[in-house]
Nanobody, 123 residues
């Protein structure tokens, strides 16, 4: 059974950093484009960033996090990361990873999603 799992969320003060991890069982993440999404209470889900499969170099980062968030993958660990720096209260949300359609212009989530990890930015 294909499963994605996020980890690394938590409570952090404004200006702090977190690194989210997305791992998978039953399949190789490197074969898929992977996206990070977030959803805050009362708001629509937002595509934050994505990275193409190992054979494709596409990446996307939303304007709202550009310059602060960086996506990367480590195929030896079957993991995709989202490094989040200079966090702001408005970054507070549940963050999800998913298989995705990823272009330089945006990201669309596809079939497989994780359960999400909570990120709270507050003093």
């Amino acid at each position: 059974q294909v499963q994605l799992e996020e980890s690394g969320g938590g409570l952090v003060q404004p200006g702090g950093s977190l690194r989210l991890s997305c791992t998978a069982s039953a399949f190789t993440l490197g074969h898929y484009a992977i996206g990070w999404f977030r959803q805050a209470p009362g708001k629509e889900r937002e595509g934050v960033s994505c990275v193409g499969s190992t054979n494709r170099s596409s990446t996307f980062t939303a304007d709202s996090v550009k310059g602060r968030f960086t996506i990367s993958r480590d195929n030896t660990k079957n993991t995709v990361y989202l490094q989040m720096n200079s966090l702001k209260p408005e970054d507070t949300a549940v963050y999800y990873c998913a298989t995705a359609f990823c272009t330089s212009g945006g990201v669309v989530g596809l079939a497989y999603w994780g359960q999400g990890t909570q990120v709270t930015v507050s003093s």
